[in-house]
């Protein structure tokens, strides 16, 4: 009962992971997008498309973290002292872009400041939420339940990899957005980062899931060993198929389409590193068995979330459904 | 070490300071946006649309405190981890699921809602627009009750048992919930937002009448604020007493360190009104004190007895030369509250609530008064559990990383630089909003995604902000 419980939370916790990312991706991809889009006109309305949602979107995160603390606390008390130095990074970026939302509206002189503080914040924040993804994948050392390595053990070529295909991914995510938000010269622009940014993001993805097999046995195993090969393989193909998805939308001026086929490529991405890492939740260390909280915690915890996520998901739902359609240009310049 | 300091001191100030600034903007958000719900509600019920101007000008203040509030808040969730992670590791299956609860109950229904309290008047109507209103401050409160019950558990821990890998295993969620001090606490707290909040739209509708007292905006934000400050006063120090009580009965070293009674009085114990407290010594020197009078407020007899930090085995007594100092102020602040609301009560019975210019004087310098007794009042609690993180289990220098200082005091420089240019930033915008003159029917600062709220867009305008405001 206790592992089925576990089993349950760990994809609880991964759902969280995986709506914070492609959420937060799209807005923090707005960010990141910023330089290039110079007018103000413009940075208005694309902060405008995301500003009655991100923050929203950002609460995923703190669901992920919260949780983690609630049903895997070891892997909470290992993983963010290990990644120390790029949690913290990722922290003050968001500091920077989630007051930016705001405080651009409240001042002409430093208006500047706040958008570089909008664009740099979430590059920051992407940038490292993408080598924390590459340092769990190298592996963490683990003794005497606390996190045994050093302080720049999360510096690698690996990580730095996995950071920078993060944020081109969500440079994509974003593009996609006000492909779907925006229309005229700001969407055919848009429209024309989604094309480079799909075509970066695809290159990365394959890089790094070329890598990720020689890094631990393990992984290799899992991907290339009969019969689990076969089934493993379904991930790149559909990936094909989204990548077609997103090429398809973007030459035929479509406006869902494209934000869809982004959406799955971050979410076959996903299932691809839980396949590499199943059973295991700090890959090499720590199984989700041996990291869960006491059952008393998991079952308290599980319940209120398997009645409330739901519901979270609906009213967020309508929230998305109030705010629908192209952003006026004009609303929110009076 | 780092500059001398040790990695648990550097990740204690780094807490201290990180979760002082956070709590600033939650005392001022859970109030507003109460205030904010009862403005639109009065907006519906007597459809005076002055109601929903109110709504409109404190709106903003509203947003820019809350944005503040969700990323210094963000910082604090992940704080745990990177600095205290055995205290997350053995605390966390308990304190965890709290804070889960406080997520999934509170902070996705305050987020999804705020979008369209914000953005969505137009979209959605009045009536819908004003459910967001309510579900957004209903999300306030419910989050201040998880995380309050969380943090009143490391005061006075109950409901579990501990497992052999050191884990705090929950054995009853009832008990942990709501564990001895959580009600006093939740009480206080949620009062002392009230206050907050009441004491800055006070001040903002104090300003306003100072400039020009027949403005009806500034008079309906300064009247409410004055019946808020007469009637949550008064209650606030009763739950303050009971609150003391409670901490009396499971914690008497904080009380005793509190009051600055280092040795035990038999007999009657004096009430120290001021002193000189010296830890080192555990002696508190020149005091002014008044007999026995100690013993009748924490006792309600004139010889009971008061047990002093030496009733304490040495390595459980908090410090007391800050906590000391803060419960004071915490009360003095309480007081003057109390004394200004009278005096408004007093004014108000003479017909001269908008004309008395010491008391608007008087209500402006109380501004900020709130957030002072909120960041006093924390001071005072959480010092007084020292030298605990879970009070009798757990040793605050047993729940630190395994870090070493240098990583922790670079961070602590990084956070001290961004918040201050960040919050020091944003609370100069929240004094600029404020001071805005809210006759106006339409004003600069307002343009922006707020602004689209409103129900009739003002006319355009793009003159400079810096310019063009009114002095």
């Known amino acids: ?334 | 070490m780092f500059m001398g300091f040790s990695a648990e001191l550097l990740a204690r100030f780094q807490f201290a300071f990180t979760v002082s600034f956070h709590i600033i903007f939650p005392a001022f958000s859970i109030g507003l946006a109460s205030y904010l719900a009862m403005l639109e509600g009065l907006w519906l019920w007597k459809k005076d649309p002055i109601y929903l101007r109110l709504f409109n000008f404190w709106k903003v203040p509203f947003a820019v405190t809350f944005g503040m509030g969700v990323v210094s808040g963000i910082v604090m969730s992940y704080q745990f981890g990177t600095n205290w992670a055995v205290f997350s590791d053995r605390a966390g299956p308990v304190i965890g699921p709290l804070m889960g609860y406080e997520v999934l109950t509170a902070f996705f229904l305050e987020a999804g809602f705020l979008g369209i309290m914000l953005f969505g008047l137009n979209r959605v109507g009045p009536r819908l627009h004003f459910v967001a209103t309510l579900m957004v401050a209903i999300g306030t409160l419910i989050s201040a009750t998880w995380i309050l019950s969380a943090n009143s558990w490391m005061h006075t821990p109950q409901g579990f048992s501990i497992a052999e890998n050191g884990q705090f295993v929950p054995e009853d969620w009832w008990a942990i919930i709501f564990n001895p001090s959580f009600p006093y606490r939740l009480t206080h707290m949620v009062l002392a937002a009230y206050l907050t909040t009441a004491f800055m739209v006070g001040a903002t509708g104090a300003y306003h009448l100072l400039r020009d007292r027949t403005n009806r905006q500034a008079r309906i934000m300064f009247s409410m604020a004055m019946w808020m400050a007469v009637i949550v006063t008064p209650l606030q120090i009763v739950a303050g007493d009971l609150h003391g009580l409670n901490t009396l009965e499971y914690q008497p070293a904080k009380v005793a360190a509190m009051e600055g009674h280092y040795k035990t009085h038999e007999g009657g114990a004096p009430l120290i009104l001021f002193g000189i407290p010296d830890d080192e010594n555990q002696e508190i020197r020149n005091t002014i004190e008044i007999p026995r009078l100690g013993s009748l407020i924490l006792t309600h007899s004139l010889d009971g007895e008061v047990l002093g930090l030496d009733a304490f085995p040495e390595d459980e007594r908090p410090p007391a030369a800050i906590i000391f100092w803060t419960f004071r102020i915490m009360v003095a602040i309480g007081f003057a509250m109390l004394g200004v609301g009278l005096w408004s009560l007093w004014r108000r019975w003479r017909g001269k609530l908008f004309e008395d210019r010491l008391l608007h004087r008087a209500v402006l310098l109380m501004g900020p008064s709130g957030f002072l007794a909120v960041l006093a009042g924390w001071f005072t609690t959480e010092i007084g559990r020292q030298p605990f993180t879970v009070y009798g289990y757990m040793r605050t220098s047993e729940s630190l990383s395994p870090v070493d200082a240098p990583a922790v005091g670079t961070s602590l420089i990084a956070f001290i630089i961004v918040y201050f240019i960040v919050f020091g930033a944003g609370t100069f915008y929240l004094f600029r909003l404020m001071r805005r003159p809210p006759d106006a029917d339409d004003h600069e600062l307002d343009k922006g995604p707020t602004r689209t709220a409103g129900i009739t867009p003002g006319p355009h305008q793009d003159t400079p902000l810096e310019s063009g405001h009114g002095a």
């Open chain 1, 1 to 334: 009962m206790e592992l089925d419980l576990a089993f349950i939370w760990a994809g609880l916790i991964a759902f969280a992971v995986l709506a914070y990312v492609v959420l937060d991706g799209f807005d923090l991809g707005v960010g990141i997008l910023f330089p290039f889009f110079p007018e103000a006109h413009d940075r208005d309305v694309m902060t405008n498309s995301v500003a009655p949602v991100w923050d929203g979107n950002e609460t995923w995160l703190v669901l992920g973290g919260g949780g983690l603390m609630a049903v895997f606390p070891l892997v909470y008390a290992t993983v963010l002292p290990a990644l120390y130095m790029p949690i913290i990074l990722m922290l003050l970026g968001l500091v920077f872009r989630g007051v930016a939302f705001e405080f651009r509206w409240r001042t002409n002189r430093w208006r500047t400041v706040w958008d570089w503080g909008f664009t740099i914040g979430s590059m920051i924040a992407a940038f490292m939420q993408g080598i924390a993804l590459g340092a769990l994948v190298q592996g963490i050392r683990i003794e005497n339940r606390a996190y045994a390595g050093d302080w720049w053990d999360w510096l690698t070529p690996f990580s730095l990899l996995t950071g920078l295909a993060v944020v081109v991914g969500y440079a994509l995510l974003g593009a996609c957005w006000l492909n779907l938000k925006t229309t005229g010269e700001l969407q055919a622009h848009a429209r024309r980062i989604a094309m480079a940014t799909g075509v970066g993001t695809l290159g990365l993805i394959g890089v790094v899931s070329l890598w990720t097999p020689f890094i631990n046995t393990l992984y290799f195993e899992r991907w290339f060993a009969f019969p689990q090969a076969f089934f493993s393989a379904l991930v790149p193909a559909m990936l094909a198929v989204c990548a077609f998805g997103l090429w398809h939308g973007l030459t035929r001026d479509k406006h869902l389409q494209p934000f869809l086929a982004a959406l799955g490529l971050f979410i076959l991405s996903f299932v691809g590193l839980g396949v590499s890492f199943y059973p295991y939740i700090v890959p090499g260390s720590l199984t989700i068995a041996e990291a869960a909280a006491p059952e008393s915690s998991m079952a308290f915890l599980l319940v209120g979330a398997v009645v409330l996520i739901p519901v979270i998901l609906a009213y967020t739902g309508y929230a998305y459904w109030v705010f629908r359609g192209k952003i006026d240009p004009e609303e929110g310049y009076h």
